[in-house]
């Protein structure tokens, strides 16, 4: 490969790369507690039939809900597919 393909290569790779970091933050930071978590999930950051799931939540469903997403927050750092695949 040459030093030009191996440069526009990380140009098209590197903002892709910067956001599974960012994500994967975003995750580390939103499921270190129950309430952060809640927060999120009913914000604008997520879509809107998540929300509507999230509405009908009563705290022992929170917590089953939080407990059900911890293992596949930590290993899928695109929260767009995560809410695709939770669809």
Same mark, same amino acid.
Request: hydrophobic share 45%; glycine share 0%; aromatic share 18%.
């Given at each position: 490969?040459?030093?030009?393909?191996?440069?526009?290569?990380?140009?098209?790779?590197?903002?892709?790369?910067?956001?599974?970091?960012?994500?994967?933050?975003?995750?580390?930071?939103?499921?270190? +507690? !129950? /309430?952060? %978590? @809640?927060?999120?999930?009913?914000?604008? *950051?997520?879509?809107?039939?998540?929300?509507?799931?999230? $509405? +009908? !939540? /009563?705290? %022992? @469903?929170?917590?089953?809900?939080?407990? *059900?997403?911890?293992?596949?927050?930590?290993?899928?750092? $695109?929260?767009?597919?995560? %809410?695709?695949?939770?669809?």
């Amino acid at each position: 490969m040459t030093k030009a393909l191996v440069v526009a290569s990380l140009r098209i790779q590197f903002p892709v790369l910067l956001f599974k970091l960012i994500s994967i933050r975003i995750m580390e930071k939103l499921m270190k +507690s !129950l /309430d952060i %978590f @809640k927060e999120y999930m009913s914000s604008s *950051q997520v879509p809107n039939y998540v929300r509507r799931y999230c $509405d +009908s !939540l /009563d705290e %022992f @469903k929170w917590q089953w809900f939080y407990n *059900q997403m911890i293992e596949p927050m930590e290993f899928v750092a $695109d929260t767009d597919y995560l %809410f695709y695949v939770l669809k």
